[in-house]
């Protein structure tokens, strides 16, 4: 099992290129089914979790191959319309799948997929969805078996909740699916946008993505496209909090500052100044941090939820109580555990953690409990005095591409074993 070995208390200075959006690059992948042709995915990602998007079209008879920074997908003759269960629990996106299956193939099965626990992650409004579009859906033994007798239909499907992933299922069960779908209450997130523009550039019509009321009109096919998958802006938010904890300078090159105002408003309340460039951003750490008032995780544009471990991470050498109330799921502390380990004064009380600074943060033995939890307690190991073990970091692979050589170019001690 590989683990990092972080020494920790380096300023971090210079310049990082950001890397492919994952939570773009993985619905854009099972997209990439609906499409005859072949779809070209710059900007794409190395991460485990792409790897698994990548073995489960091949699981449906489609060639994906990783050239570079591209993925290439040519999903020209289907074979299969069944997703193995070892690669359904890889990932949690392995249920975007759905959508995509059912849109090209208008059958599917499949069972509950895996990914991060972070409480109870239903799929309820998935299934609702579909079956407002003509999917009849059986469960047996815990696998969905899909099927559409008269082909999907356009339908009106309000989402009690604005869910990413339900949003990104209805679109691509929509694109070729007879008449219009709108979807009211729709995720707004910058990812839904990117989804749709690959869509559209492969032949969709879908209008208002980014905005709560989406429509789609289908259309009988979708020629594959050349798209550059948008920044990550989590490992942006990321690379910042590492930044701000160790009181370095970083320029973090391909982002994109419109898309984090929530996250860029703490950290400039904290007292780091954020320089905002065309397509770049440069935070400015060194100064001494301050409390800041309460953050609520909540759906885009507000404050992400996949932000909320990191950024506690320089709220702990911060001046002050800051409290996180995290609003979107019920079990998203589970790194407060290994931080107070490494020297936090962190409490849970319900849904927030309120988090007491300045202190010292002091390496020790700790395991990534989930993909951003595991970050932070990354970013804690950069900030800490000592050495830092991180166990467990195939959680981080899932979302990080390469992260020890990203933070060795910018001055931190930190290698894989
Ligand atoms: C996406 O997950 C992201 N994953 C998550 O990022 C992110 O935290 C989340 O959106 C919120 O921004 C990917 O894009 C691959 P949701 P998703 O459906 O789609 C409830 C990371 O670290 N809900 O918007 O699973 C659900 O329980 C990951 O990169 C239902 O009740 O999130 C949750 O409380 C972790 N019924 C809330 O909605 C449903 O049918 C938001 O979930 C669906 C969701």
Same mark, same amino acid.
């Given at each position: 099992m590989q683990r990092f070995v972080i020494h920790g208390g380096k300023r971090l200075e210079g310049e990082i290129t950001v890397q492919g959006a994952k939570n773009s690059a993985l619905p854009i992948l099972s997209a990439?089914?609906?499409?005859k042709g072949e779809s070209v995915l710059e900007n794409c990602p190395r991460l485990s979790d792409v790897y698994a998007a990548c073995r489960i079209l091949g699981s449906l008879g489609c060639r994906c191959r990783l050239e570079g920074t591209s993925a290439v997908i040519c999903a020209? *003759?289907?074979?299969? *319309?069944a997703v193995p269960e070892g690669l359904m629990q890889?990932?949690?996106?392995? %249920? %975007?799948?759905m959508g995509a299956m059912l849109g090209r193939m208008g059958t599917c099965s499949l069972g509950y997929p895996g990914g991060c626990e972070l409480g109870p992650r239903p799929i309820d409004l998935h299934l609702a969805a579909l079956r407002r579009m003509g999917v009849r859906i059986r469960e047996e033994d815990g696998i969905l078996r899909c099927t559409a007798p008269g082909g999907l239909h356009g339908a009106r499907i309000h989402l009690a909740l604005p869910s990413v992933g339900a949003t990104e299922n209805i679109l691509l069960a929509a694109v070729m699916a007879k008449g219009e779908t709108v979807i009211t209450n729709a995720a707004r997130e910058p990812e839904i946008m990117d989804l749709a523009a690959y869509l559209n550039g492969c032949g969709a019509r879908i209008e208002g993505a980014g905005c709560s009321t989406i429509r789609v009109e289908g259309v009988p096919s979708l020629t594959g496209c050349t798209h550059r998958i948008m920044p990550d802006r989590i490992v942006t938010a990321t690379w910042l909090a590492a930044a701000a904890a160790t009181g370095g300078r970083l320029r973090l090159a391909g982002t994109d500052a419109a898309s984090l105002e929530s996250v860029l408003d703490v950290f400039e309340e904290m007292g780091c100044r954020c320089k905002r460039g065309q397509d770049s951003l440069t935070v400015y750490g060194g100064c001494p941090l301050r409390a800041v008032r309460d953050i609520r995780t909540m759906?885009?544009?507000?404050?992400?939820t996949d932000a909320q471990a990191v950024v506690t991470v320089p709220l702990c050498l911060a001046d002050g109580a800051s409290v996180i109330e995290e609003t979107v799921f019920s079990d998203r502390f589970r790194h407060v555990d290994a931080l107070v380990k490494m020297g936090a004064d962190i409490r849970i009380v319900g849904r927030a953690a309120v988090i007491r600074g300045p202190v010292t943060l002091h390496g020790a033995q700790v395991a990534a409990t989930d993909l951003r939890g595991g970050a932070a307690m990354l970013t804690a190991a950069l900030a800490a005095q000592g050495e830092t073990v991180l166990t467990d970091i195939r959680h981080i692979d899932r979302g990080y591409d390469s992260p020890e050589q990203v933070l060795r170019s910018v001055g931190a001690d930190i290698v894989r074993i």
């Open positions: 990439a089914l609906l499409c020209d *003759a289907p074979t299969a *319309a890889e990932m949690r996106s392995s %249920i %975007i799948f759906p885009y544009p507000g404050f992400p």
